[in-house]
C-alpha cells in the first residue's frame, strides 16, 4: 500500500472529510483529492501535518520506507496481525533469531579482517546470517507503530529518551 492509499485509507476510518483535512494540513479540497487519488506526489509537510492530523506514525513510516530515506530502508509490515500481543510475540521471534545468527556471524567473521577472506560459501553463509539479524528491524518497527497507535505511545519522547541515555552511556556525543 502506498503513502496516498494509507492516507486515504486511514482518514476514512477516522472519519474526516477531503475538505477538512485538507485545510488542516493547508491545502485546498482539490489539490487534496489530486494527492489522495495518486495525481500528484504528496510533499514531505504535507505527509507529516497529515499523519499529526491522522495520529498515524504508520503514514511516516511508510513514507519513509517509500523515499528509502532510513539508513537500512524496512518495509512497513502491513499484511500480519496488528493486535500488540501477537506483534510482541513476533518481536520476541525475530529477536531469538537476531540473537541465534548473531552468534554464527560472530564465527564466520573470526580471524577475518576483509572479505576477500571468504569462500563463497563462507560468503553466502554471512549474508544469510546478515538476512536473519535484519528481520528484527521490520518486527521492531511495527511495534512501535502499535504502541503508538493502540496506547499513544508517543515515538517523539521515546527518541529523546534513547538519545539521553545513549549519551549517558558514552555511545553518543
Excluded at 3 to 23: D, N, S, Y
Excluded at 27 to 37: D, F, I, P, R
Excluded at 104 to 118: A, E, I, V
Aim: aromatic share 6%; net charge negative.
Amino acid at each position: 500500500m502506498c503513502v496516498a492509499e494509507l492516507v486515504k485509507e486511514t482518514r476514512l476510518m477516522v472519519g474526516i472529510q477531503q475538505i477538512a483535512i485538507a485545510g488542516q494540513v493547508g491545502v485546498t479540497q482539490a489539490t487534496w483529492s489530486k494527492y489522495e487519488n495518486k495525481e500528484l506526489p504528496m510533499p514531505d509537510d504535507v505527509v507529516e501535518r497529515a499523519a499529526a492530523v491522522l495520529n498515524s506514525p504508520r503514514i511516516i513510516a511508510e513514507h519513509l520506507y517509500e523515499k528509502g530515506s532510513e539508513f537500512f530502508n524496512v518495509p512497513v509490515l502491513n499484511n500480519v496481525d496488528d493486535n500488540v500481543l501477537v506483534v510482541l510475540d513476533s518481536l520476541i521471534e525475530e529477536s531469538a533469531e537476531l540473537i541465534k545468527h548473531t552468534q554464527t556471524l560472530k564465527k564466520l567473521l573470526k580471524n577475518k579482517k576483509s572479505r576477500d577472506q571468504f569462500s563463497s560459501q563462507q560468503w553466502e553463509e554471512v549474508m544469510s546470517a546478515e538476512e536473519q539479524i535484519a528481520d528484527v528491524l521490520p518486527a521492531i518497527k511495527l511495534h512501535f507503530i502499535t504502541m503508538a497507535e493502540q496506547f499513544e505511545l508517543d515515538i517523539k519522547s521515546l527518541e529523546k529518551r534513547m538519545n539521553r541515555k545513549l549519551r549517558s552511556k558514552s555511545y553518543k556525543r
